[in-house]
């Protein structure tokens, strides 16, 4: 039997311990809190994932695994660097699954793998996946994406099951934009829900987030058609419309007139695109990317939602 270890115990490090299970791998999941590894490993089941019980391959701790034939990181992209520093040499292949960019290095989740473990490979697996689907065992895809063929094969051959398609992806670069940028779309996007301007408007900057996305994947040396396929334009409709999305009902409660402390102070799990934002304008000087920007002024109090919308609606027609 094969082992899979998954670090981080948040929802999607759950959902994909359980997936891993599904898949017929001995798992381990990795709490760092010692505290809630053991409530965890007690009762087998995650408040952070509630109404899935653990299967019996999946076992808990808060001792990070020694070795296992893949390690999926799990985890938010702004801890990705503290933890890949606890984690021993010899674990095994990596497989990133947070989605976002670093702040202060500006780096993507493999350039932050590639610095610290420089000689192990990595893959990034990302796609339009919300965690209690996969852990209920609904129909889904996701992309593998690497530069190493045999890689992608042995991460998809571990992971994939009938319900939990996996396709195999030559472009990291690509499908680690589409993974970070789909979640800064999404805050506009419930935004323009919140702010009552209507379900034309929605899909209108849908699209245009899809053109923003290939831009963008272009300006940091991945390829724009990535921006089309499932870490592209699948992940952004997702999190553009689907009410578990916590970036999009983070924009929906800013569309209404809520402060964004409030928001953030009222929730305990991440936001990715609330650090992502600013950490994607900053990475991409240059790059044609107004709605990314929009959104980073309005998260950072720079300007309002209703002077955002103007500025957007005021940019010169041109040819689609």
């Known amino acids: 039997m094969s082992s899979v270890a998954v670090i981080g115990a948040g929802a999607w490090g759950t959902a994909l311990a359980v997936q891993a299970a599904r898949a017929g791998n001995a798992v381990t999941l990795w709490a760092r809190d010692p505290v809630r590894a053991a409530a965890i490993a007690d009762s087998r089941e995650n408040p952070r994932l509630p109404g899935w019980r653990l299967d019996d391959a999946i076992a808990v701790s808060a ?27 010899g674990l095994g292949p990596l497989a990133a699954c947070a989605k976002g960019v670093e702040q202060g290095t500006l780096r993507l989740p ?49 992971l994939g099951t009938p319900s939990f398609r996996l396709y195999g992806n030559d472009d990291p670069i690509g499908a680690q934009v589409g993974g970070a940028a789909k979640n800064v779309i999404a805050i506009a996007a419930g935004a323009v829900i919140g702010a009552g301007l209507g379900e034309n408007a929605r899909a209108a900057l849908i699209t245009r987030g899809v053109a923003e996305l290939a831009r963008l994947a ?103």
Do not use: K, W
């Open 110 to 158: 493999l350039e932050v793998v590639a610095e610290l473990c420089p000689v192990v490979p990595a893959a990034v697996l990302t796609g339009p996946n919300f965690a209690h689907e996969i852990a209920a065992g609904l129909p889904a895809a996701a992309v593998v994406a690497a530069r190493d063929a045999d890689l992608r094969e042995q991460v998809a051959a571990l």
């Open 218 to 320: 272009q300006a940091l040396g991945g390829r724009a058609e990535t921006a089309m396929g499932l870490s592209g334009l699948g992940d952004l409709l997702l999190t553009c419309t689907g009410p578990a999305s916590r970036n999009y009902s983070l924009g929906l409660a800013l569309g209404r007139g809520e402060r964004l402390a409030d928001i953030l102070a009222s929730r305990s799990a991440v936001t990715e695109g609330v650090a992502t934002a600013p950490a994607l304008v900053a990475r991409a000087t240059g790059a044609d990317l107004p709605i990314c920007t929009a959104v980073a002024a309005l998260l950072a109090g720079r300007t309002t939602l209703a002077e955002s919308i103007a500025t957007l609606l005021a940019r010169p027609r041109r040819d689609e």
């Open 63 to 89: 001792a990070p695994p020694q070795r296992a034939d893949l390690a999926l990181l799990a985890v938010p992209m702004q801890h990705l660097r503290a933890v890949l520093g606890r984690l021993p040499a």
